[in-house]
């Protein structure tokens, strides 16, 4: 289920799509918003703080189709709210095209004797049950594309299953088999299934994993944005079901 392959150019691969990017306040979130308007896509920022999203919006319409935004809090959301999500979705852009789920929650490393309840029932919630929730409300809009995908990002369960990782690390695991059980239900229809597993790269989650790292020790979230791009776009059909590791070149690996 997994395949390691070096990423493709985006340039135009998303033309008249619409795309939803969850965590987009988030490094990869932001990213790969970046990326997906540079490849043509009109996207729907989705994030809780709306200072930032405000900003990456300005941003994106300054050089390409005029992006939407979409704050929610994925902590406190409900299927009610998911629901009226993708209805005005459909609404005001008149269709999606795309899903990707970059929104984590991560309180750090802490022994599960140690962990706060809700720390460890917050990340289940975020990182499994509202990718779930979200994609559920999504599906009748994603069906009416002749090709549509939703992309969830990945952490490898091998790392972050053992000691400390918590709710994080569990919820990694669930994750997994939740895209297994999407990509084997949707295999038939329109929505392609697929996750992307990033390799280790600098964002606020890491840093709260490895306080004691070297800044600059591996590539900024960026170096994996074009990956985003490629599994959302008809080039992705390749990956369909699979949880795709691209090789990104870093100067820890070179040494």
Excluded at 87 to 95: F, H, N, S, T
Excluded at 216 to 238: E, K, M, N, R
């Amino acid at each position: 289920m997994s395949t390691d392959v070096g990423t493709p150019p985006i340039a135009g691969m998303l033309g008249e799509r619409v795309i939803l990017v969850t965590g987009a306040n988030g490094a990869l979130g932001e990213a790969a918003a970046r990326a997906c308007a540079a490849a043509g896509a009109t996207v729907v920022l989705l994030g809780r703080r709306v200072p930032k999203l405000q900003r990456l919006h300005d941003a994106l319409a300054a050089s390409g189709p005029p992006p939407a935004i979409y704050p929610l809090d994925l902590l406190g959301a409900t299927p009610a709210d998911y629901a009226e999500m993708a209805m005005r979705i459909g609404d005001e852009l008149g269709r999606l095209d795309g899903v990707l789920h970059a929104a984590a929650e991560f309180q750090g490393l802490t022994p599960l004797e140690n962990t706060d309840p809700s720390d460890f029932v917050n990340a289940l919630h975020v990182n499994v049950g509202a990718p779930f929730l979200l994609t559920q409300a999504c599906l009748p809009l994603l069906r009416r594309a002749p090709d549509s995908a939703v992309v969830f990002v990945m952490d490898d369960p091998r790392r972050v299953g053992r000691a400390y990782w918590g709710g994080y690390g569990v919820s990694k695991f669930a994750l997994q088999g939740l895209v297994s059980m999407f990509a084997d239900e949707l295999e038939q229809s329109p929505v392609r299934v697929s996750a992307l597993q990033p390799g280790p790269m600098q964002t606020v989650l890491r840093a709260r994993a490895f306080m004691t790292e070297t800044p600059g020790t591996w590539p900024q979230a960026s170096a994996y944005a074009d990956a985003c791009v490629h599994l959302l776009s008809p080039a992705g059909s390749g990956e369909r079901g699979q949880i795709w590791k691209p090789v990104i070149a870093t100067r820890a690996a070179a040494q």
